[in-house]
């Protein structure tokens, strides 16, 4: 890695195939010598840990951050004080290492440049429109009103293509992520 860490978001309704298209994505890049991270947004109720674990015994005897750590990898688990907020985007890109692309998978509502992933089975209405800072459009199907490029969903080598031209650089991203209020969540609204 030698230029500084850009980010671009890849953004959806739930079913839209963000993920799958992101495991996809990721070896195309990898293959083209991009060194890839990825920050993706969860449900509130999501774990990474299991019952029966000792991380997990930490957790549940009251340990507001457990730190695993092994020969491979670590884990850094922390659980928010009654009432704290989830952190800003910005809080949490600041957090990862030095990468050549932070792929963003959910925070739809956040000012990051982004890959609307749209996918027409799903019912729900694009995002273009009403999520900011949406660059192109990833579709299973036309979309000739799109303000935006639009690409085949299954045109992985194009969609890569379009990651890295549209991505920005996170130091200006922090920065203007710090001077904006958190945004209001979407969600979709009956056709």
Same mark, same amino acid.
């Given at each position: 890695?030698?230029?500084?860490?850009?980010?671009?978001?890849? +953004?959806?309704?739930?079913?839209? =195939?963000?993920?799958?298209?992101?495991?996809?994505?990721?070896? $195309?890049?990898?293959?083209?010598?991009?060194?890839?991270?990825?920050? @993706?947004?969860? %449900?509130?109720?999501?774990? $990474?840990?299991? /019952? =029966? @674990?000792?991380? %997990?015994?930490?957790?549940?005897?009251?340990?507001?951050?457990?730190?695993? +750590?092994?020969?491979?990898?670590?884990?850094?688990?922390?659980?928010? &004080?009654?009432?704290?907020?989830? /952190? /800003?985007?910005?809080?949490?890109? +600041?957090?990862?290492?030095?990468?050549?692309?932070?792929?963003?998978?959910?925070?739809?509502?956040? =000012?990051?440049?982004?890959?609307?992933?749209?996918?027409?089975?799903?019912?729900?209405? *694009?995002?273009?429109?009403?999520?900011?800072?949406?660059?192109?459009?990833?579709?299973? #199907?036309?979309? *000739?009103?799109? *303000? #935006?490029? #639009?690409? *085949?969903?299954? !045109?992985?080598?194009?969609?890569?293509?379009?990651?890295?031209?549209? +991505?920005? !650089?996170? !130091?200006?991203?922090?920065?203007?992520?710090?001077? &904006?209020?958190?945004? &209001?969540?979407? @969600?979709?609204?009956?056709?």
């Amino acid at each position: 890695m030698s230029a500084p860490t850009r980010v671009i978001g890849l +953004a959806g309704w739930s079913g839209a =195939g963000k993920t799958t298209l992101l495991a996809k994505l990721i070896p $195309v890049l990898v293959a083209r010598g991009v060194e890839v991270s990825t920050l @993706k947004h969860a %449900h509130h109720a999501f774990d $990474v840990d299991q /019952p =029966g @674990k000792d991380s %997990h015994t930490h957790r549940a005897a009251g340990a507001r951050e457990v730190l695993v +750590a092994s020969g491979r990898r670590f884990a850094l688990m922390r659980e928010y &004080a009654p009432g704290e907020a989830e /952190p /800003p985007l910005g809080a949490l890109l +600041a957090r990862l290492a030095p990468v050549d692309l932070v792929i963003v998978e959910g925070f739809k509502s956040w =000012g990051h440049p982004k890959i609307e992933v749209f996918r027409a089975a799903t019912g729900k209405p *694009p995002l273009h429109g009403r999520a900011p800072a949406v660059r192109a459009i990833a579709s299973d #199907v036309a979309l *000739p009103d799109a *303000p #935006v490029p #639009v690409v *085949p969903l299954d !045109d992985v080598e194009a969609i890569a293509d379009v990651a890295l031209r549209e +991505a920005l !650089d996170r !130091d200006t991203l922090l920065a203007m992520l710090a001077e &904006a209020p958190a945004p &209001a969540r979407l @969600k979709p609204s009956r056709a």
